[in-house]
Antibody
Framework: QITLKESGPTVVKPTQTLTLTCACS??????????VGWIRQPPGKALEWLAV???????RYSASLKTRLTVTKDTSKNQVVLRMTNMDPVDTATYYC????????????WGQGTLVTVSS | SYELTQPPSVSVAPGETARLTCGGN??????VHWFQQKPGQAPVLVIY???ERPSGIPERFSGSNSWNTATLTISRVEAGDEAEYYC??????????FGGGTKVTVL
């Protein structure tokens, strides 16, 4: 059974860098085809894809946010890390990580999400 | 950038059929995936590749996709189906695209 769990700060200040961790279980980030994506959802709004990283270290980013995003993986811990720079109040959202089998282009298992509020 | 359009809300009586649409330019040429999201919960995949159901998803959920509209059909609607539903596609330029969501209310 695939499970994912996000962790990180609940509050960040404007201009700070957000770092979120996704702990993965039930699959290995080194297994061919494994992928983990990040998706966010502002309160009361729709889902927005941010980034995805694959077992072979291929990475894709949302065009509108790519200058602010970095996604990496720690295979020793089976974790994926998302960094977003220059946080702004409009970045207040629930951030989800989710599993994708490479090339499927959909996310079949999602973490519970973590709410991040950007406020001074 | 590629865009998906969903009606904001749909209301349906218990036992009836709900049809949720997802519009996009030539969406019929893409694979459409659908997610159900209940308040305070993470999205759950209910349909992938237009018509496929993950294990554990009731047969009451079905999908279709043609021309400029994809449709999620929920037959014999139950109170537990009340949720927000999102469609999603992958586009070679925009990559992962989500629709704005449709809130299904069971009367």
């Amino acid at each position: 059974q695939i499970t994912l769990k996000e962790s990180g700060p609940t509050v960040v200040k404007p201009t700070q860098t957000l770092t979120l961790t996704c702990a993965c279980s039930g699959f290995s980030l080194t297994t061919s085809g494994a992928g983990v994506g990040w998706i966010r959802q502002p309160p009361g709004k729709a889902l927005e894809w941010l980034a995805v990283i694959y077992w072979d270290d291929d990475k894709r980013y949302s065009a509108s946010l790519k200058t602010r995003l970095t996604v990496t993986k720690d295979t020793s811990k089976n974790q994926v890390v998302l960094r977003m720079t220059n946080m702004d109040p409009v970045d207040t959202a629930t951030y989800y990580c989710a599993h994708e089998y490479s090339g499927s282009y959909y996310f079949d298992s999602w973490g519970q999400g973590t709410l991040v509020t950007v406020s001074s | 950038s590629y865009e998906l359009t969903q009606p904001p809300s749909v209301s349906v009586a218990p036992g009836e059929t709900a049809r949720l649409t997802c519009g996009g330019n030539n969406i019929g040429s893409k694979s459409v995936h659908w997610f159900q999201q209940k308040p305070g919960q993470a999205p759950v995949l209910v349909i992938y590749y237009d018509t496929e159901r993950p294990s554990g998803i009731p047969e009451r959920f079905s999908g279709s996709n043609s021309w400029n509209t994809a449709t999620l059909t929920i037959s014999r609607v139950e109170a537990g189906d009340e949720a927000e539903y999102y469609c999603q596609v992958w586009d070679s330029i925009s990559e992962y695209v989500f629709g704005g969501g449709t809130k299904v209310t069971v009367l």
